[in-house]
């Protein structure tokens, strides 16, 4: 079994604790959105390369971005695990600038970095009327349905809400060391089997010389730390390789378990997303999904979310088997920055 102490850590929180939007939303001011506007107009001026804007760029300008960014990003990274940005200025910005600005606020949390083999910056996630189970090419986000728990091959994950659905949609996050410390207490057998290897698919994003699928456990312990790595559809779909084990019943008993207490109320906590949002989470510590939503008709007004993926640990700072996966994206090439 893991031995940690993380009853008391502040990542594990309940729904209970975190049930108050106002301890985990942060406003922007008025003169905030304008050192952003400002920001934004100046990078998108330059074409300057994402992985060329400083992690810390409004330091040297003055007004309180800066403090109101890094004082998030401690939350994030050593605290509570997330945070929601509200009223990020995009009316006020082309979609050209309103990328920039979005860089320059992610960057912050870490080094942005490519999410798959074609080097997008930004993923777009909308409904494009795919069907993630009969196509193993496609991605969760790619559709309208709804998304499990499960957590994203980066060390930060952010999604701004650029439109919002017609109804449903609703984010969804939970603690996964607090379910671990639940678990721990009243199903440490079944905690066990989430300690042990399980193979991932890769969903065709693997390179050339690496294998389709990848192994990994979903709870891990690592330099005093808890880390949490877990999405079930790809540990399902996985099962399409011949050569990968099959789940045991003991696996699929866990998992079971794992994914009840996620939907419990004891553990969720939801976020309606409002234009202008964006949402930020440790992906070691934070499981996330999304309900499943009606779009608008009108292309233009679909729901869209743009994400940001951030990385800000070395590999000797994250579980090794954790290098499976966290190592795709430095394989991929970092493309141009555009909307």
Known sequence: MIELETKNHPAAWTHAAADDPSTWTVTFTADECKQIV??????????????????????????TLHQTLHRAAEDVLTGRGFVLFRGFPLDSLTQS????GYAAVGRYFGQVVAQNPKGDVIGKVMNYAK?????????????????????????????????PAKSGG??????????????????PDLLQVLCEPFHYDRRGEEVEGVLPYYVTALFHEHNGEVFNRYCREYIESAQRFSEVPRLSDRQVAAMNEFDRLCHSDEFIVHMDFQRGDIQLLNNHVVLHSRTAFEDHEELEKR????????NNRSQAQRPACFESRFSDPEKWALGAFTE
């Open 38 to 63: 400002a920001a934004a107009k100046s990078l998108a001026a330059e074409s300057r390369p994402t992985h060329e804007i400083e992690q810390h760029f409004f330091a040297q300008q003055t007004g």
């Open 303 to 310: 729901r869209l979310l743009w994400r940001l993926y951030v």
């Open 170 to 187: 609703l984010s969804a996050i939970v603690s996964s060391v607090a379910i671990y410390n639940h678990m721990k207490t009243h199903t």
């Open 131 to 163: 069907d993630w189970k009969a196509d193993a090419s496609v991605r969760g986000y790619q559709t309208g349905m709804h998304m499990d728990f499960h957590s994203d091959s980066c060390d930060c994950v952010a999604l701004l809400c650029m439109h």
């Open 97 to 100: 600038e309103a990328a920039y």
